[in-house]
């Protein structure tokens, strides 16, 4: 079975801190998402990755496609950056679309910064 | 980008009613996915909605169940039939944006379902 596993599943940190939440998939990919979900709000793409690197303001997502892994950094976390963060994957390889646009969604990371 | 509405945003329901909720993007997509989101866990799809066919139900989920309806390329709905306190859930409608290389990801805000 596909699976896409989170860690941590809980997160607590002081405002400044660096936070790191790792994603590992089990089979090959053509995208990975972080999303971002407030208490109560909708969900935001934060990030789509095939490879390498995007950074956006504190936040950074890596992705190391050998080793199936996908990190989330936040540096100088703030307590709006409070949040679940979720990672997100389309299965299998080539173009979008077509038949592999379902995503798989992991358990996401309650991320709470204080301040 | 994609602007997402749903309507309603919440509902308390009794057992054994309906609810139709309502999902309309502010531009033409192909594909909208009505997701479950049970309380303390992540995102699980409950079908595909392809304008002009039939839905795509994942396994687990079935038409009679919770019908959709895709009458054009901005709107959806998805009715949860016969419900049970065991439906309380956020449901969520969501799009993709394919400009390669990169795809967004749009939801909706949500409805937050109780039923009792």
């Known amino acids: 079975k596909n699976e896409v596993e989170q860690s941590p599943q809980n997160l607590t940190a002081q405002e400044g801190e660096f936070i790191t939440i790792n994603c590992s998939y089990s089979?090959?990919?053509?995208?990975l998402h972080w999303l971002q979900q407030h208490p109560g709000g909708g969900i935001v793409s934060l990030f789509m990755?095939?490879?390498?690197?995007k950074k956006h303001g504190r936040l950074i997502a890596t992705i190391n496609i050998q080793e199936k892994h996908s990190s989330l950094h936040i540096t100088a976390s703030h307590p709006r950056d409070s949040a679940v963060y979720i990672c997100?994957?389309?299965w299998g390889s080539g173009i979008s679309g077509g038949s592999n646009y379902k995503l798989t969604f992991g358990k996401g990371t309650l991320l709470t910064v204080n301040p | 980008s994609a602007v997402i509405s749903q309507k309603p945003s919440r509902d308390i329901c009794q057992r054994g009613t309906s609810l139709t909720i309502q999902c309309q993007v502010d531009?033409?997509?192909?594909?909208m996915f009505w997701y479950r989101q049970q309380p303390g866990q992540s995102l699980t799809l409950i079908a595909t909605?392809?304008?002009?066919?039939?839905?795509?139900?994942e396994s687990g989920f079935v038409i009679d169940k919770f019908p959709i309806s895709r009458p054009n390329l901005t709107f959806s709905t998805l009715t949860v039939s016969n419900m049970s306190p065991e439906d309380s859930s956020i449901y969520l409608c969501?799009?993709?944006?394919?400009?390669?290389?990169?795809?967004?990801?749009?939801f909706g805000p949500g409805t937050r379902l109780l039923v009792l």
């Open positions: 969501s799009v993709t944006r394919f400009l390669a290389p990169q795809e967004t990801q749009y």
């Open positions: 531009s033409q997509v192909t594909m």
């Open positions: 909605a392809n304008q002009g066919s039939e839905a795509t139900y």
């Open positions: 089979v090959g990919i053509s995208a």
């Open positions: 990755l095939s490879s390498g690197k």
């Open positions: 997100a994957v389309r």
